[in-house]
Antibody, heavy 119, light 107 residues
Framework: QLQLQESGPGLVKPSETLSLTCTVS??????????WGWIRQPPGKGLEWIGSIYYSGSTYYNPSLKSRLTISVDTSKNQFSLNLNSVTASDTAVYYCARVEGEAPPDYWGQGILVTVSS | EIVLTQSPGTLSLSPGERATLSCRASQSVSSSYLAWYQHKPGQAPRLLIY???SRATGIPGRFSGSESGTDFTLTISGLEPEDFAVYFCQQYGNSPWTFGQGTKVEI
């Protein structure tokens, strides 16, 4: 059974960089059929697609976050990561990682991690 | 980007009743690439429907999806106790992918 688990600090100071890692177990991140994404949900708001990455390193970033965003993959550790710089309180959210297969919607998600941006 | 508007915000029903949830897109969704998810607190979202009307693997038959133009509907025919949760729609046919605000189905 595929599982995804987000990890990282739960508190980040304004103007600093938010860094999260998603560890994939029960399957290979190097699968040619899948790519891997990040989604977030601010408190009381809807979900937002952040971006995605293929095992080769090819990425897609939501234009609304592109200037501050880096998504990377480490196939040796079966992990992919999110870095969002210059954060503000509006980046406070539950962050999810997920798997996508081909032209299908995300089918496996992590449980999410709450990241609060505050001094 | 495509805006998805879900209604109602909250649906109060009893077990055994039928739930009808709506998701309206601000423009046409490419290839009917519209999905529905169930989300319970502290859990990973669960994919229910993809392609507007196809049930995901292992999803019970009481869950069904339909579309009419830019209007999409999730129907739960006969609510089970475990079905009380938040449901959200997502379009994955146009970049950036977007989500609805969610509908809470409560007892």
């Amino acid at each position: 059974q595929l599982q995804l688990q987000e990890s990282g600090p739960g508190l980040v100071k304004p103007s600093e960089t938010l860094s999260l890692t998603c560890t994939v177990s029960g399957g290979s991140i190097s699968s040619t059929r899948h790519y891997w994404g990040w989604i977030r949900q601010p408190p009381g708001k809807g979900l937002e697609w952040i971006g995605s990455i293929y095992y080769s390193g090819s990425t897609y970033y939501n234009p609304s976050l592109k200037s501050r965003l880096t998504i990377s993959v480490d196939t040796s550790k079966n992990q992919f990561s999110l870095n969002l710089n210059s954060v503000t309180a509006s980046d406070t959210a539950v962050y999810y990682c997920a798997r996508v297969e081909g032209e299908a919607p995300p089918d496996y998600w992590g449980q999410g991690i709450l990241v609060t941006v505050s001094s | 980007e495509i805006v998805l508007t879900q209604s109602p915000g909250t649906l109060s029903l009893s077990p055994g009743e039928r739930a009808t949830l709506s998701c309206r897109a601000s423009q046409s969704v490419s290839s009917s690439y519209l999905a529905w998810y169930q989300h319970k607190p502290g859990q990973a979202p669960r994919l229910l429907i993809y392609g507007a009307s196809s049930r995901a693997t292992g999803i019970p038959g009481r869950f069904s999806g339909s579309e009419s133009g830019t209007d999409f509907t999730l129907t739960i025919s006969g609510l089970e106790p475990e079905d009380f949760a938040v449901y959200f729609c997502q379009q994955y046919g146009n970049s950036p992918w977007t989500f609805g605000q969610g509908t809470k189905v409560e007892i």
